[in-house]
């Protein structure tokens, strides 16, 4: 079993819509959950993190994490084209010396 | 400017031969790290490091090695460049605050031929 696992998409919806973006993972020790987002040819852009369970919003993004179920998501309200591009969740221990771990990513296209 | 700069942005290059890839950042950050992206297999992390003396392999480091030149420096060479090594190659940087996660650079896209 992967450590995190991503649906890779892709997850097509109209202008508009609530996109709701998912990952799952096994290893209970992971404490800071990340959300990216990366469009094509370029560099992964930290979007939001969160720290241990419950919900965190920015504008029109919810980032929201439930530790009992090793859940993770990401809530787009109010897509837009803009919003086309490729989501990677990642989470890491936080102890001194973690590395992030990676979703493989999920491509979402907002068509307008 | 980028806070985290790769160079070069775009390369090709030959089998069997060496090569540099090159990142400096403006973030103070103590840890940098090298990832290599492929298509559906995400980021692999190839090497990082925490301090200036500190190096430590990554999940996938055979044919790659670093070196840490500086606080702001962190180069990954490939000694004998093979076509599996054709990839996007992001640096990143991270900082005291852990839970902020990791920032990277714009990536540079390698073709061994």
């Known amino acids: 079993q992967k450590e995190v696992e991503q649906d890779p998409g892709p997850l097509s919806v109209p202008e508009g819509a609530i996109v709701s973006l998912n990952c799952t993972y096994s290893?209970?020790?992971?404490?800071?959950f990340m959300w990216y987002r990366q469009y094509s040819r370029k560099g992964p852009e930290l979007l939001m993190y969160?720290?241990?369970?419950g919900n965190k919003e920015d504008g029109r993004f919810t980032a929201q994490v439930d530790k009992s179920s090793k859940y993770i998501s990401l809530f787009i309200r109010d897509s837009q084209p803009s919003d086309s591009a490729t989501y990677l969740c990642a989470m890491s221990r936080g102890s001194g010396y973690s590395t992030l771990t990676f979703g493989k990513g999920t491509m979402l296209l907002v068509s307008p | 400017d980028a806070d985290v700069t790769q160079t070069p942005r775009n390369r090709i290059t030959k089998t069997g031969k060496r090569i540099m890839l090159e990142c400096s950042q403006t973030?103070?950050?103590?840890?940098m790290y090298w990832y290599r992206q492929d298509p559906g297999l995400g980021l692999r992390l190839i090497y990082y490091?925490?301090?200036?003396?500190?190096?430590n392999k990554g999940e996938i480091s055979d044919g790659y090695s670093v070196s840490r030149q500086a606080q702001a420096k962190f180069s990954l060479s490939l000694e004998s460049a093979i076509p599996n090594q054709t990839a996007l190659y992001f640096c990143?940087?991270?900082?005291?605050?852990?839970?902020?996660?990791?920032?990277f650079g714009q990536g540079t896209r390698l073709t061994v031929v």
């Open positions: 990143a940087t991270s900082g005291g605050d852990r839970g902020r996660g990791a920032f």
């Open positions: 973030k103070g950050h103590d840890r």
């Open positions: 490091s925490f301090d200036v003396k500190d190096i």
């Open positions: 290893n209970s020790a992971f404490q800071y």
């Open positions: 969160t720290y241990s369970s």
